[in-house]
Nanobody, 128 residues
Framework: QVNLVESGGGSVQAGGSLNLSCEDI????????MGWFRQAPGKAREFVAA????????TYAESVKGRFTISRDYDKNTLYLQMNDPKVDDTAVYYC?????????????????????WGRGTQVTVSA
């Protein structure tokens, strides 16, 4: 049963911009922390950004800080990742995930094993 559906991936030139979306199609995670992770070919899955259930707290990987912005729209049940100034090294499959254990107010975690539900991913390819 698919609960999280990513979209918005594609090809972009370095220095451009791309906005990824992740829809919570059953409104299951409306009060849960959520995050974005990515996996490049031959590499382990890595943390990108996360946001608390309340939307008040965010955290980012150092490699994307200042370039990517995570946000969520509660009316649309959708999580976003705005990617500005992407680099070739940002090429990966991007996954959104939901953390049902931390609750509404706790700061989000960057640990993949803390997330319970995952989308199927969307490919982002950044060319030089």
């Amino acid at each position: 049963q698919v609960n999280l559906v990513e979209s918005g991936g594609g090809s972009v030139q370095a220095g451009g911009s791309l906005n990824l979306s992740c829809e919570d199609i059953r409104r299951t995670f409306i009060r849960d922390g959520m995050g974005w992770f990515r996996q490049a070919p031959g590499k382990a899955r890595e943390f990108v950004a996360a946001i608390s259930g309340s939307g008040d707290a965010t955290t980012y990987a150092e490699s994307v800080k200042g370039r990517f912005t995570i946000s969520r729209d509660y009316d649309k049940n959708t999580l976003y990742l705005q990617m500005n100034d992407p680099k070739v090294d940002d090429t990966a499959v991007y996954y959104c995930a939901a953390d049902r254990k931390r609750g509404y107010f706790l700061a989000p975690t960057d640990r993949a094993n803390e997330y319970d539900y995952w989308g199927r991913g969307t490919q982002v390819t950044v060319s030089a």
